[in-house]
């Protein structure tokens, strides 16, 4: 099935490029959150929703662009966690780095995962234990990579809070390089970053997908108490801070 879920996300990219591209207006809009959501976003899910539903009919879906009640989910042992458009705020800034996000939960854990980036076009993709970047039509079987120093992956756009500063300083010699979306939990997993830490907030449909690449290539995805991000159904959507490391 990973194929076919891979094929979705190019589908769902196609639909976000039309409006990146400025073939279809890009109505920027903002959620109670006040976190930015544009036409692209809802094309996507659309374009997700419909293709999970033809694939897996029996198997709910939890969408950020319509995340069902607690009521209807709260008892979900299997279920895709879909974000659409991950990077809302990098494709305004159009700037490429934004990512189309699709993972399978089972019981809290994400055992398939794919993150897209349409500008980029790369593909990463995780099942069975295993994980695998496309790129030019080649595809290769990604691990994690040991280097020292090591190379720091922060948020792009929210990489300045004070523990995160803290935190820096108290790692020793290190470089750190800043980027968006999931594509950070993919550069731990193909070897070229050694860490990712996260302070600020997100949500489950940000991380599930880049969990499951990254775990698949062999890195830990824990938070900052060292209990693996868990993705069984709760009321809130939030997750804890969390490291992705090599260890």
């Given at each position: 099935?990973?194929?076919?879920?891979?094929?979705?996300?190019r589908?769902?990219?196609?639909?976000?490029?039309?409006v990146?591209?400025?073939?279809?207006?890009?109505?920027?809009?903002?959620?109670?959150?006040?976190?930015?959501?544009?036409a692209?976003?809802?094309a996507?899910?659309e374009v997700?929703?419909?293709?999970?539903?033809?694939?897996?009919?029996?198997?709910?879906?939890?969408?950020?662009?319509?995340?069902?009640?607690?009521?209807?989910?709260?008892?979900?042992?299997?279920?895709?966690?879909?974000?659409?458009?991950?990077?809302?705020?990098?494709?305004?800034?159009?700037n490429?780095?934004?990512?189309?996000?699709?993972?399978?939960?089972?019981?809290?854990?994400?055992?398939?995962?794919?993150?897209?980036?349409?500008?980029?076009?790369?593909?990463?993709?995780?099942?069975?234990?295993k994980?695998?970047?496309?790129?030019?039509?080649?595809?290769?079987?990604?691990?994690?990579?040991?280097?020292?120093?090591?190379?720091?992956?922060?948020?792009?756009?929210?990489?300045?809070?004070?523990?995160?500063?803290?935190?820096?300083?108290?790692?020793?010699?290190?470089?750190?390089?800043?980027?968006?979306?999931?594509?950070?939990?993919?550069?731990?997993?193909?070897?070229?970053?050694?860490?990712?830490?996260?302070?600020?907030?997100?949500?489950?449909?940000?991380?599930?997908?880049?969990?499951?690449?990254?775990?698949?290539?062999?890195?830990?995805?824990?938070?900052?108490q060292g209990?693996?991000?868990d993705?069984?159904?709760?009321?809130?959507?939030?997750?804890?801070?969390?490291?992705?490391?090599?260890?």
């Open positions: 099935m990973l194929e076919q879920i891979c094929q979705l996300a589908e769902a990219g196609d639909a976000i490029m039309q990146y591209n400025g073939a279809a207006p890009l109505d920027v809009s903002h959620k109670s959150d006040d976190s930015p959501v544009t692209a976003d809802i996507a899910h997700i929703l419909a293709g999970l539903k033809k694939l897996t009919p029996d198997l709910p879906v939890l969408s950020e662009e319509d995340p069902p009640a607690w009521e209807v989910r709260q008892h979900w042992q299997r279920y895709w966690l879909v974000d659409p458009l991950d990077g809302t705020k990098e494709f305004i800034k159009r490429g780095e934004f990512t189309v996000n699709i993972a399978l939960i089972e019981a809290g854990k994400p055992v398939m995962g794919v993150v897209y980036a349409p500008v980029l076009g790369v593909m990463y993709s995780a099942a069975d234990g994980a695998w970047k496309e790129e030019g039509g080649q595809r290769e079987q990604i691990h994690v990579r040991d280097a020292r120093p090591p190379l720091v992956v922060v948020s792009r756009s929210h990489g300045d809070d004070d523990e995160m500063k803290e935190y820096l300083k108290q790692l020793g010699e290190h470089q750190t390089v800043a980027t968006g979306s999931s594509l950070k939990f993919c550069l731990v997993a193909e070897g070229k970053a050694q860490l990712y830490p996260r302070f600020g907030p997100t949500n489950i449909w940000d991380t599930g997908a880049g969990h499951a690449v990254a775990m698949a290539a062999g890195a830990h995805v824990h938070d900052w209990k693996t991000l993705y069984a159904p709760r009321e809130s959507f939030l997750n804890p801070g969390f490291r992705v490391s090599l260890f």
